[in-house]
């Protein structure tokens, strides 16, 4: 993976922003807000990514996270947790996000749970921490380890 990036560390944190904006993009129902007597569909899928520092909780925003690839999602997402924690985000770096990743699985071995919704948005994605279970190998009788995480999407019920 750090090869096909130009040797840049991917992360667990960042497929799945990429694998969330692929999903939207191809279920654009998805990628739309609640407006009151409307439902706004957008065209841009704009990635919040929640980031908890000493100063609270940030969600800056990976802007048309569809058309990046992982090496510059990589790079962003550093960039704007970088400017979280040192409390320097500018309002167009957390405004404008159509969907929210919130990982608490890797940084604070978090297992599983429910991320609340950001208005206006319809939708957040929960990430839990990957634990190690047996599963059935190729061969009856054989077992082997894989890794799993839970992942929770918590909806507006009125757009999805």
Request: proline share 4%; charged share 20%.
């Amino acid at each position: 993976m750090q090869d096909a990036s130009g040797g840049k560390k991917i992360s667990i944190n960042d497929l799945v922003i990429k694998a969330a904006a692929l999903a939207l993009r191809k279920v654009p129902a998805c990628n739309s807000s609640w407006m009151n007597d409307f439902i706004r569909q957008y065209h841009n899928v704009n990635i919040n990514v929640a980031v908890q520092t000493e100063h609270g909780l940030f969600v800056p925003v990976v802007r048309d996270a569809d058309k990046k690839g992982l090496a510059t999602i990589a790079d962003e997402v550093k960039q704007l947790a970088s400017r979280a924690k040192d409390n320097s985000l500018k309002p167009e770096d957390y405004e404008g996000g159509t969907f929210t990743v919130s990982n608490l699985g890797g940084p604070f071995g978090i297992k599983q749970f429910c991320a609340i919704v950001n208005p206006p948005q319809s939708a957040i994605l929960a990430i839990g921490s990957a634990e190690k279970r047996v599963i059935p190998g190729a061969a009856e009788g054989q077992y082997e380890i894989g890794s799993f995480m839970s992942a929770t999407l918590s909806c507006d019920h009125r757009v999805i």
